[in-house]
């Protein structure tokens, strides 16, 4: 199970988000008054489906020994849609491109965006 702690303390919007190994900063644009210290929580949703898309793709390619040699994911969300466009780099054939788009479609966040979930949340 995936388990992330967020905290904020006096810095506005500054929030530190701490996995049991790593931790980034999350923070609001200035426009918003916070002081763009970090990706926004939508820019990290974002950066999520987009970088689980390109692992799933290069995990794949790996499997496969085929020559991918980089992938750009560029994911976007307005209107209730998200928006992702995948380039695929290196001397693939047109099957391994499309068999590379299909596959990087189940990436587990891409699941967990499309299915119906539930969010529980108490006080501690």
Not at 70 to 88: C, G, I, L, R, W
Request: proline share 4%.
């Amino acid at each position: 199970m995936a388990k992330v702690k967020a905290t904020l303390k006096n810095d506005h919007y500054k929030t530190s988000v701490a996995s049991a190994t790593n931790t980034i900063i999350a923070d609001e644009p200035l426009e918003k008054g916070g002081a763009d210290s970090g990706l926004s929580p939508s820019e990290l949703l974002l950066s999520a489906l987009s970088s689980c898309i390109a692992i799933t793709a290069r995990m794949y390619a790996d499997r496969k020994i085929w020559p991918l040699e980089s992938v750009d994911v560029t994911a976007t969300y307005s209107n209730e849609q998200f928006h992702v466009v995948k380039h695929f780099s290196g001397p693939l054939t047109q099957e391994q491109i499309d068999r590379l788009h299909e596959i990087s479609n189940r990436c587990p966040i891409h699941k967990i965006l499309t299915r119906n979930n539930t969010i529980l949340t108490e006080l501690a």
